[in-house]
């Protein structure tokens, strides 16, 4: 499909600069309510994403798989490959938007056939492999994204896909070839957490294969798998598409600081990849997506962490316990942001949330950086392409940072934009002062 063919409809991502958590859920239900908007196309990542949406009426949703748009009737979801199905998941999250008023999610929803699939053999070695680490805990989300994907890299032909639930026969035989292949992973795994116990009989079942299939078939009876032509038809329609980017950029597998990072690749280039390979040749507006502040929920580095900020900024989605682990708090950091901007791609501007919690919470730039054998950074040191002994060195460098200060707190919300936009030469365009959709404020109407 030629750009022509498709400049009716108008193709915007967002694309999160931090650690994730930055408010990706929240602009996609604003931009989702725009006229003509009608599709949200999920990525990257898979069912360990977790944006929340607030409506003006209290109700709340954590959106893990299906789009962040889909309080607006009429809006649907693609997940397109590379994007990581977990089917029970799916099945789980559609009945928790049935509770919050969204009756008919799957039948807005769109599977890719090649997408992969996250399956309970997965999710099992996942959580051994971290507990194996200790004290070396990557933050993995205990879904078995990862191990998935790490699966599906190291045997291409055992990888299950969403279209081979469709095929009974060879699906049981792809989950069976996971099962022994993991299970002779960690038979002799000696148990180094008290629930490891609990996960490694899941690989020994050999029943468990088609229990769960039996279980993902009413996913399958309601979302069967979609033909790539099927998408580009769905993607070409006049109107507004939304890509939902998953995860943050400082997160990402080949950008992000290993080992604490996702599989999964957050650029502009992989929004261009979906497009380009249904055959749609057209522009995106690409968007960054900020908090006023920095979050990290899980190990890995943070050099503005301040504990201070965790007493005084409340999370009342993101907490403590669960995979992931801590959830902390550190003020925006200049260094950080350059880094994200030059890893992300060419952007076409911000959205920002949380802009009213800069007044109240003291917030301070990070201008840069003291460290040991670097001296004093204003910048990270460059590296190659796909380099991960750089990006763990830079890990490193990072967890023994300094963070070096503007010298007065941030006045306000206009302050903070101001600042923001001088340092990455791209214009706020919207801003958003509170949980909801109703606080978002376009450029014309920031403070």
Not at 6 to 12: D, F, H, L, S
Request: aromatic share 6%; proline share 6%.
């Amino acid at each position: 499909m030629t750009a022509a063919a498709a400049k009716a409809t108008r193709y915007v991502s967002l694309l999160g600069l931090g650690f994730g958590d930055c408010g990706k859920g929240l602009f996609t239900d604003h931009l989702s309510g725009a006229p003509g908007a009608h599709t949200v196309v999920r990525f990257n990542g898979g069912a360990q994403a977790g944006h929340n949406v607030v409506l003006a009426d209290g109700r709340h949703h954590t959106f893990s798989q299906f789009g962040a748009g889909s309080f607006h009737g009429g809006v649907g979801t693609v997940l397109a490959s590379p994007v990581v199905v977990h089917p029970t998941a799916l099945r789980i999250e559609e009945e928790a938007l049935r509770r919050a008023g969204v009756s008919d999610a799957f039948s807005r929803l769109l599977v890719d056939a090649r997408c992969r699939v996250t399956t309970p053999f997965h999710q099992a070695a996942g959580r051994l492999r971290e507990w194996a680490r200790g004290s070396d805990a990557h933050g993995t989300c205990g879904v078995g994204v990862g191990e998935a994907v790490r699966h599906a890299l190291a045997a291409p032909d055992e990888a299950l896909r969403y279209g081979d639930l469709t095929r009974p026969e060879r699906a049981l035989g792809k989950l069976q070839a996971s099962r022994t292949a993991l299970l002779h992973e960690f038979a002799h795994m000696a148990p180094v957490h008290a629930d490891a116990a609990l996960e490694l009989p899941m690989l020994q079942a050999e029943s468990l294969a088609q229990r769960w299939l039996d279980a993902v078939a009413p996913c399958l009876a309601q979302s069967p798998p979609a033909s790539a032509d099927r998408i580009a038809e769905r993607l070409a329609r006049p109107g507004t598409v939304i890509f939902e980017g998953a995860q943050g950029v400082l997160l990402d597998e080949w950008r992000g600081f290993h080992p604490h990072t996702t599989w999964s690749t957050i650029s502009t280039a992989a929004v261009e990849a979906v497009l380009h390979d249904v055959g749609i040749e057209a522009p995106v507006q690409h968007l960054g997506v900020l908090r006023s502040y920095l979050t990290r929920h899980g190990p890995g580095p943070l050099p503005t962490h301040d504990r201070a900020l965790d007493a005084r900024l409340r999370e009342p989605h993101n907490t403590d316990e669960g995979w992931q682990g801590v959830f902390r708090r550190g003020h925006p950091d200049a260094v950080l942001l350059r880094y994200a901007l030059d890893a992300v791609g060419t952007l076409d501007g911000l959205v920002v949330s949380h802009l009213d919690a800069v007044e109240s919470a003291g917030l301070r730039w990070c201008a840069g950086y003291r460290t040991e054998d670097a001296g004093r950074l204003t910048a990270l040191p460059a590296g190659g392409v796909r380099d991960l002994a750089h990006q763990q060195e830079l890990t490193r460098l990072l967890q023994g940072a300094e963070p070096i200060y503007e010298p007065h707190p941030i006045a306000s919300a206009h302050a903070w934009v101001a600042h923001a936009e001088a340092l990455s030469g791209l214009p706020v365009r919207f801003g958003a002062f509170g949980p909801t959709r109703a606080t978002v404020r376009d450029r014309k109407h920031l403070p």
